[in-house]
């Protein structure tokens, strides 16, 4: 990390906020148009949901304390593949969220001034987030406390409002509307309104993707503050709503219900504003967008998914090649689909329901894998199985409602993971190349000499990357795990296995036999054992990854215990493999 200002609380808040809250603009409509009358308690479910996910991330985040969100945690708990899997679908969600957010900002925008251009006005939009985060981080954040708190306030003030028309006029709609006939069966409304109603708790795994720039502390806060934003008001304006508007009105202005409802309530003026409002907190998801793949992209060019060049820095410490980069996405995106809301819905559905459910297996595998690893709070196995339980059924209720999202969603995917797999797999791909282009010199002579050559200095510069396992004096069953681990997931063919000893401390015979037997064993991998006097730590990691050249994300640890006097982010990206 850059030494720049940790975020507060309140810019933390107002960063993943603006993503979250955003969906009171159409939550509300969502659940209504398929819970009806009873969208006030399928948005009740949807918050009791995000209640036990804000033990699960405050448990999975406080043990891993990284920037990477359920990437972070897989990496940490499986194999790079499997993190790789998280991370794509991440990406996926951050470009629908940026592109989404960006088009419905302007489309509201195109309400009050009428000769807006949407489609260039919303590339307009992209352009000027891009450039806010290239100035970096605090200038962004200061932009979006101002969005996030005019936001609440015009909520609130709907609300207060609102409840006013109610008290003066009566609640005859209310009794109407309470006594129309459901779709079907109570429970299937409750359903479908529920898995729509699930779209209100995205933006909750932003936070999680940018903890590293948060101050001690802030990260629950950020949870905290979240959910009570959400369980407050898309329940109580879809009861609001329902008290208000005839249930067959609702669905003749569910993009821009909040709106209707301010003008019903308030008058033309509580509309307009409520469109600004609108205007303002899309455009603060725009901005999460950024700051979130930012963080992610960054985390994963480190551990070489991405390639190194994707971290370089500006003098303001962002990372320009990673928001450049994303920003040509997202417009490559806009331009493809016209902005046209409903294949990106089915992108952005999919994507987060896909996260939060990876972000709750990796704490049932931090459980199990990572159980000695200290934590600031535990979420309990029913709590954790009953979170998945209903990530999964708002999953498959959002399919059953659109199967054809599932089908726009994997146009999307199955691109963005032959892209990772290419990534991950470019040793064996470069030694394929090799080989034929080997043959074809064979057959046609040295005219691929030039070729031949570029493949191995690219191989070459690959596998001449050292990784350092620090041991305790591991058994060989333990060393033979970190081998393993090395050479399913990394590119390289040199490892140093290093001991720490006190003054006067000798090495263990044993270990020392272990680590013979085990180079032997994997040819591939040249293994030197190496001793020193000192004490694991901060400041020993810093020495060695200095004196080696060897980045701190390239040395692994066992977990620790409950003993160990560091968090895991102190040691500057240290991993965890056994």
Same mark, same amino acid.
């Given at each position: 990390m850059s030494t720049h200002t940790k975020l507060n609380e309140l810019e933390a808040t107002a960063i993943c906020g603006n993503d979250i809250s955003s969906s009171c603009l159409y939550v509300s409509a969502l659940a209504i148009t398929y819970a009806g009358q009873y969208a006030w308690l399928a948005l009740l479910l949807v918050a009791a949901v995000l209640f036990l996910f804000r033990r699960i991330y405050g448990e999975v985040v406080g043990a891993l304390p990284l920037n990477g969100g359920a990437y972070n945690v897989l990496l940490n708990t499986t194999s790079k593949s499997n993190a790789a899997l998280a991370a794509a679908l991440t990406i996926l969600s951050y470009m629908a969220t940026a592109v989404i957010?960006?088009? @419905?900002?302007? $489309? /509201? &925008? $195109?309400?009050?001034? @009428? #000769? &807006? #251009?949407?489609? #260039?006005?919303?590339?307009? =939009?992209?352009g000027l987030f891009l450039v806010l985060t290239l100035l970096g981080m605090s200038e962004s954040a200061k932009v979006a406390v101002v969005i996030f708190l005019v936001h609440l306030g015009t909520l609130t003030l709907l609300v207060g409002v609102t409840a006013w028309y109610l008290g003066t006029h009566g609640l005859s709609t209310l009794n109407l509307n309470f006594h129309a006939p459901l779709k079907g069966s109570l429970g299937t409304a409750l359903f479908y309104g529920f898995s729509a109603a699930m779209l209100g708790i995205s933006g909750f795994e932003s936070s999680a993707n940018f903890v590293e720039e948060q101050a001690p502390g802030v990260f629950l806060k950020t949870l905290r503050n979240m959910w009570v934003v959400v369980s407050f008001f898309n329940p109580v304006l879809a009861l609001l709503a329902v008290g208000v508007l005839p249930l067959v009105t609702v669905g003749q202005h569910t993009e821009t219900l909040l709106s209707y409802l301010g003008q019903v309530a308030g008058g033309r003026w509580l509309a307009a504003l409520i469109s600004i409002d609108a205007v303002a907190v899309l455009s603060g998801a725009v901005l999460t967008s950024f700051v979130g793949v930012s963080g992610l992209m960054k985390r994963m060019a480190l551990d070489r998914i991405w390639p190194q060049s994707f971290l370089k820095e500006n003098r303001r410490g962002s990372n320009y090649i990673i928001l450049i980069s994303f920003f040509a996405l997202c417009l490559s995106i806009l331009l493809i689909t016209r902005g046209q809301l409903g294949p990106l819905a089915g992108v952005y559905t999919i994507s987060f329901l896909s996260v939060m459910a990876f972000f709750a297996i990796g704490n049932f595998l931090l459980k199990g894998k990572r159980r000695r690893l200290p934590r600031p709070v535990y979420a309990s196995i029913p709590t954790v199985f009953l979170a998945l339980l209903g990530v999964v059924v708002g999953l498959f209720g959002?399919?059953?409602?659109?199967?054809? /999202?599932?089908?726009? %969603?994997?146009? /999307? %995917?199955?691109?963005?993971?032959? =892209?990772?797999?290419v990534m991950l797999e470019r040793v064996a791909i470069l030694k394929l190349l090799l080989h034929g282009i080997q043959r074809m010199s064979e057959r046609y002579g040295s005219w691929s000499r030039f070729g031949r050559l570029t493949v191995r200095r690219m191989l070459r510069e690959l596998n001449q990357q050292e990784f350092v396992f620090f041991t305790k004096g591991d058994n060989v069953s333990n060393l033979n795990k970190v081998m393993t681990y090395v050479v399913e997931n990394e590119f390289t063919t040199r490892l140093k296995i290093v001991t720490l000893l006190s003054p006067g401390e000798q090495v263990a015979p044993e270990l020392l036999n272990d680590v013979r037997v085990l180079d032997r064993a994997y040819e591939q991998i040249e293994v030197e054992f190496v001793t020193r006097q000192g004490k694991f730590g901060p400041e020993l990691i810093s020495e060695l990854s200095q004196e080696w050249g060897i980045p701190k994300n390239f040395m692994f640890i066992g977990s620790p215990g409950d003993q160990f006097p560091y968090q895991i982010s102190e040691l500057g990206g240290v991993r965890l493999i056994i």
């Open positions: 957010s960006a088009s @419905e900002a302007m $489309h /509201y &925008l $195109h309400t009050l001034w @009428e #000769p &807006l #251009p949407v489609l #260039p006005a919303t590339i307009g =939009l992209l959002n399919i059953k409602l659109r199967p054809d /999202y599932l089908v726009v %969603f994997l146009q /999307y %995917f199955v691109p963005t993971m032959i =892209l990772v797999v």
